[in-house]
């Protein structure tokens, strides 16, 4: 399981990261303040930093001149938007650079975006019944293979990765298509169909009325 710490003063948004952090799979830890991130990362390493600039007693980007040297992604999340802020942060070294507000769905694929880069994805996951061997692509249920085509394993993997989330059919479309959602969901939907007779999760994958998948775990 991939650890990210979360370095925001404002409690009401560091918990609402952590919460839908950790429903996606994540381990996640908080830190309200620079000098406090700075005393967990000398005790405890982790796959990626979520980094606020306007921290109290350090602020991110003196934090950011500490990170650097341990090799751990960072993605800024902060209310300064202006390209240079943009631009000196990533200048710092990170990975990228989120303005508030944003929508937690963004912030979700950033994390899984960054992670891929560096390899840190958890290349074995497990969920309800079925085991996934991200490396060999081999879908198991209860100790058995399941025979997916390309699109319906990019398709769980996809839900898996973002369980208790609702994704919206322009993102699946976008994400496993690799193309522009024109609003035709019939394609979406046969796949989605598929998939779930064939690992029988027809109470688990969910439609979500207009809108599109929820993976309930």
């Known amino acids: 399981m991939n650890k990210i710490l979360i370095v925001e003063d404002e409690k009401a948004i560091s918990n609402l990261i952590k919460i839908n952090l950790s429903d996606a799979g994540y381990f996640c830890t908080c ?21 606020d600039i306007m921290l109290p007693k350090i602020d991110g980007y003196e934090l950011m001149e500490y990170i650097k040297f341990l090799e751990i992604p960072v993605i800024f999340l902060t209310a300064k938007s202006t390209v240079q802020d943009k631009v000196k942060g990533l200048r710092l070294g990170a990975e990228d650079y989120l303005t508030k507000p944003f929508e937690i769905i963004e912030l979700l694929a950033r994390v899984e975006t960054v992670l891929r880069r560096y390899n840190k994805n958890d290349k074995f996951l497990k969920v309800h019944n079925l085991s996934i061997d991200t490396l060999s692509r081999i879908v198991r249920k209860n100790g058995e293979i399941i025979n997916l085509t390309p699109k319906e394993y990019e398709l769980l993997l996809l839900f898996v990765q973002n369980k208790n989330i609702v994704l919206f059919r322009d993102r699946i479309y976008e994400k496993i298509w690799g193309e522009d959602y024109i609003g035709n969901s019939r394609t ?30």
């Open 188 to 217: 979406i939907d046969l796949h989605v169909q598929r998939l779930r007779k064939k690992i029988e999760w027809e109470e688990k994958l969910v439609a979500v009325y207009k809108i599109g998948y929820r993976l309930e775990v």
């Open 31 to 51: 830190a309200y303040d620079g000098a406090e991130a700075a005393d967990i990362l000398e005790k405890e390493s982790f796959d990626l930093i979520l980094l």
